[in-house]
């Protein structure tokens, strides 16, 4: 038997085209099995720390994909990203796939809309500048379903609220504990002393559900219980000693990379950046799909795996322009 891990970014169009060739040689093809691991972004690059290991040979993946032959725990092979997984199936397999690229990427769309739909949260960007300039958008989850007053109030400096006068637009990043967390939020004066909320000065603590475990948690920053503001961080690495004593109410899941370069940036003894580090811009996001009759033809739930030299030529083509 061959077993075939393909894992990848569902909002990703090179995943979803892998993920359709390994489901396809699955179909046809006796004792072919396709292991499927369909990641959100932030989630799909912690992965990748993690299983890189498992291939000592390869330094670094590029690509939103990756996929290896066999168990990583008992010795896999290393395979790649699309060019080098379409160009392995049709070597072993005679595999051509002729579908056009915007069904895939529509694909993409569909599945981060359908899990985003499922999960019933609200969701934010939070561009982030370097000097003026973007370094890069994180894309927040807010869990608005267990800490609902929390997610208020936070987006309240979002948007804009009629009795508050800051907006997170144009906010410093005031402290950058490295390896530790990233702190912002203060709409009073930027120091990192101030802060404000809708619901007076300070709310209370409203849950202790959501764990430091992972980077890339929001939660509150606070002087002690109870003194939850406008001020917050996201985490940088697993931080369980907060846990308890922190209210968490989202997480970033696309964006680890602009949050690695925020890490690293150089602080004075204070902890402050040297830089100037802000929040550019910042809105609720919601993602639209494209209508299907735009774009070279429809796309529709098929796809084409026809061996015919045509079908042959524009999967080398793409090969060679990846």
Known sequence: MVLITVAGKLNDAT???????AEHLQSVEPGFKANIISFLPLDYDLFLTGILPAFPEIHRHNGNVLCYAGDP????????AMAKFLKWAKDTYAYVDGTHKIFYERLAKKHMRGVMDKAGREYCTLEIGVDGVAEGTLLVELFTDLA????????????????????????????????????????VNGSGKGGVSIYG??????????????????????????????????????????NGSKVGFGRCIDGLRTLKVINRAEVDVCERPVKNITILSCAMYTL???????????????????TEASAAKKTDKALAEE
């Open 73 to 80: 725990g008992t010795g896999a092979e290393y395979i790649g």
């Open 15 to 21: 995943f979803q085209q892998c993920k359709k060739a």
């Open 148 to 187: 609902p007053k929390t997610c208020a109030n936070f987006k309240a400096f979002v948007e804009g609220h009629p009795t508050i006068a800051g907006r997170y637009r144009g906010c410093p990043v005031h402290r950058i504990v490295q390896d530790g967390w990233i702190q912002t939020g203060d709409v």
């Open 201 to 242: 000065r300070t709310f209370a603590d409203e849950t202790f559900q959501v764990k430091h475990d992972k980077p890339g948690i929001l939660a509150m920053a606070n002087s002690g219980p109870h003194t939850n503001a406008s001020q917050f961080y996201i985490t940088a690495a697993p931080l369980e000693f907060l």
């Open 288 to 306: 639209e799909l494209p209508e299907d009759t735009k774009g070279p033809k429809k796309a529709t739930e098929t796809f084409d795996t026809e």
